[in-house]
């Protein structure tokens, strides 16, 4: 069982919800902050460099914006979260 602090574990499961719990899509931070309580949504960017950091996720550099995906690990990790 992967243990993550619970902001970190609300954003990877909004992440895989955005992308449609599945590992081709890749979606911007505004995607994954819809999902989320409004008190929650200033800490999206910083806490997605987190979750890459930790290997949950990955950033891709898109034209104007950046986007995110969901790792192999990242997947199996949100669906194992209540």
């Known amino acids: 069982m ?5 902001m970190e574990q609300a954003i990877l499961k ?6 449609g719990w599945s590992l081709g899509a890749h979606v911007p931070v505004e995607a994954v ?3 989320l309580h409004q008190n929650l949504r ?3 960017k910083k806490t997605l460099r987190k979750l890459r950091a930790k290997g949950y996720c990955m950033e891709h550099p898109a034209r104007r914006q950046t986007t ?12 194992s979260f209540p």
């Open 68 to 79: 995110w995906q969901l790792t192999s690990y990242g997947l199996e990790a949100a669906r």
């Open 42 to 44: 200033g800490e999206v």
């Open 14 to 19: 909004a992440l895989a919800d955005a992308c």
């Open 2 to 6: 992967v243990t993550l602090p619970p």
């Open 33 to 35: 902050a819809k999902r």
